[in-house]
């Protein structure tokens, strides 16, 4: 079947430090991958995305690389800030299924 | 519109109240998908709706749970008898088609909250 399994957190970092989520994932097709923030308050905003084997997305500053061969999309920055605060989910879509399938979300504090 | 909008954007009920969420998808989009967000951020997918038709059901509570999507209206999810386990942050979110690659726009969400 299909899920995500995702860093549990929560994570506090200072302003500046290196970000990694890691996400993992299994699927029975060609999946795509996502990650989605949400700030507090507000629905899921789409952060980036990867569609095929070895594709990099990346946005804000924010990269994650679809590792097939690990069946992984973790998510990194390099240098984070403390409008990064949120909860940010790694989904994946399947061939053959018709909803995103969500890892349990991870919340992330940035401190100044 | 250019984003997914949801109504309203906090719902109160008494248990055993009727319960009735709006979502507008994005003009354009075909698709729309309901889910429920509950404790520790899990999400749970209800149902999805090809314009009006539905697509996928196999989320939804069959009991007292239902959902349509019109031609000129919003979609809306509707529970009736509402339960306090009801009580979530419920999410529409809408895509262009249902490709792989297609990435689902969701709302702010509809928090319910059954007293």
Known sequence: GNSVTQMEGPVTLSEEAFLTINCTYTATGYPSLFWYVQYPGEGLQLLLKATKADDKGSNKGFEATYRKETTSFHLEKGSVQVSDSAVYFCALSDTGANNLFFGTGTRLTVIP | ?115
């Open chain 2, 1 to 115: 519109g250019e984003e997914v909008a949801q109504t309203p954007k906090h719902l109160v009920r008494g248990e055993g109240q009727k319960a009735k969420l709006y979502c507008a998808p994005i003009k354009g989009h075909s698709y729309v998908f309901w889910y429920q967000q509950v404790l520790k951020n899990e999400f749970k997918f209800l149902i999805s709706f090809q314009n009006e038709n539905v697509f996928d059901e196999t989320g939804m509570p069959k009991e007292r749970f239902s959902a349509k999507c019109l031609p000129n209206s919003p979609c809306s999810l509707e529970i009736q008898a509402t339960k306090l386990e009801d009580s979530a942050v419920y999410f529409c979110a809408s895509s262009q088609s249902r490709a792989v690659n297609q990435p689902q726009h969701f709302g702010d969400g509809t928090r319910l909250s059954i007293l």
